[in-house]
């Protein structure tokens, strides 16, 4: 594989005409979809449309793009339900489109997620190809398309808006666009509290250039020193392609820079200048840190007042000793036995593959945004339910699963997609149809 970090970003067009075939393959997934779920509602007596844009979630967002903030259910058991629990840019994208268009607030929550997906589909191709080439950028989206609750990225729930801004956030990090990754990540941290995973890929990306450039004045100042190591750092540079810019080069065996550069494969995104990368960290935590610090002040909390809103709804983080005691409990009869093994085997598997991710040399931005989304997914106490969804913003898991798809002959490859496609166009909509998501 060619090395990251002596790569040119590939311009816009080109990118988009590459990207086509993935696109296509993904929206004929989706058609699919939609389509297996309309025939299985309307055979049920009930609305697609209401299923995808008019349920759980969907209703607490079109409801603050209706009315804004303040709502709040309070339950029998002193639980309280507020929707400052949803962060805004969903709503915001629904107010702005039921506003210029005649759509209602849930149906344009149905096309933003539409169109969200489409973007997320483009993004997580273009990550992919980046760091493993085209065909392994479409396998990607394929299998992204076709994960057992993939129908999620139909409905008006924010989790294709922020894949989509997550992918194109840790895209440009990994093309040295720094001022876009970090109003991507800003916008993400807009769209769920997971945006936290963005902000630390762009900041850990961010800080590593710096690092980088300190090693490389460290290996200039060296180079310049008389005797001939000097002569032999000169050489072992031009040899290795350290040279084709000062802030890339190597420094000395064992150094900061060859450590990391081996370790993350990220590219060479000191060639941006320093007040670039800068505005690109401070962009990045606003969205976030922003809404959050806006809901303390709403609720006279402080800046931990979002995390009494998320109390109210039982949603915490307790390092996964809820999910875990939720395992173990379905050891206690067989039929539940096998569920509870089903969970154990589930979560071994994201394990391997991000310990797969890890030793195939992902760049260290994926590992750290797949990494925080991992442990703040399964590591929360909110409904067990939900975690599925929640973890399918983790998308670079997918590229071990896409290597592996890309290396058989492109019929074998159509065959096992198209297969997983019907399969979980038939789970979708058995799934909607009856418990749903949270």
């Known amino acids: 594989m060619t090395d990251l970090a002596t790569r040119a970003a590939p311009a816009r067009d080109t990118l988009l005409r590459r990207a086509a075939p993935a696109l296509l393959g993904y929206a004929a997934v989706r058609f699919l979809g939609l389509l297996v779920l309309a025939a ?22 079109s409801r603050v793009a209706e009315l804004g903030y303040g709502y709040e259910v309070r339950l029998p058991n002193g639980d309280v339900h507020s929707n400052l629990a949803f962060f805004p840019l969903l709503p915001w994208l629904e107010r702005l489109l039921h ?26 191709f273009a990550v992919a190809e980046w760091v493993y080439g085209p065909r392994v950028g479409v396998c990607a989206v394929l299998l992204w398309a076709v994960l057992p609750v993939g129908i999620v990225q139909s409905m008006a729930y924010s989790e294709s808006l922020f894949t989509a801004l ?14 876009g990754a970090g109003v991507a990540a800003a916008l993400a941290g807009l769209t769920r509290p997971v945006g936290l995973a963005v902000v630390a890929a762009v900041w850990v990306a961010g800080v590593l250039t710096f690092l980088r450039e300190r090693g490389a ?25 350290g040279a084709h810019d000062p802030s890339c080069a190597p420094s000395t065996p064992g150094g900061v820079h060859d450590a990391m550069r081996a370790l993350s494969r990220t590219p060479c995104a000191p060639c941006a200048p320093a007040w ?57 009869s067989f039929p539940s036995a096998l569920a509870g093994a089903g969970l154990i085997i589930g979560v071994a598997l994201l394990i391997m593959l991000y310990v797969t991710g890890v030793r195939q040399r992902q760049p260290l ?74």
């Open 40 to 61: 299985w509602s309307a055979a049920r007596g009930k609305s697609a449309l209401t299923l995808l844009g008019a349920r759980w979630d969907s209703l607490w967002y």
């Open 217 to 241: 004045r460290d290996a200039r100042e060296g180079d310049r020193a008389p005797g001939p190591a000097a002569g032999v750092r000169a050489e072992r540079i031009a040899r290795t392609g």
């Open 276 to 332: 670039r990368r800068v505005l690109g960290l401070l962009l990045a935590p606003l969205g976030a840190a922003g809404y959050v610090l806006w809901v303390g002040h709403r609720t006279g909390r402080g800046p931990l007042g979002y995390l009494d809103v998320q109390a109210g709804w039982r949603n915490g983080f307790d390092g996964g000793y809820a999910f875990a005691r939720f395992v173990a409990d379905k050891f206690t």
């Open 166 to 179: 997550a992918a194109w956030s840790l895209y440009a990090v990994l093309t040295g666009r720094w001022v």
């Open 365 to 438: 931005p994926l590992l750290v945004y797949t990494g925080v989304v991992l442990a703040l997914a399964l590591c929360a106490s909110s409904y067990f339910g939900s975690k599925p969804r929640l973890l399918m913003p983790a998308f670079p898991l997918l590229f071990p699963l896409a290597r592996a798809l890309a290396r058989p002959r492109t019929s074998r490859s159509v065959l096992v997609t198209a297969g997983l496609a019907v399969a979980t166009a038939v789970y979708g909509a058995f799934w909607l149809n009856g418990s749903g998501p949270p």
């Open 99 to 124: 506003t210029v268009t005649p759509l209602s607030y849930a149906h344009a929550g149905l096309v933003v997620a539409l169109l969200a997906s489409l973007a997320a589909a483009g993004g997580i």
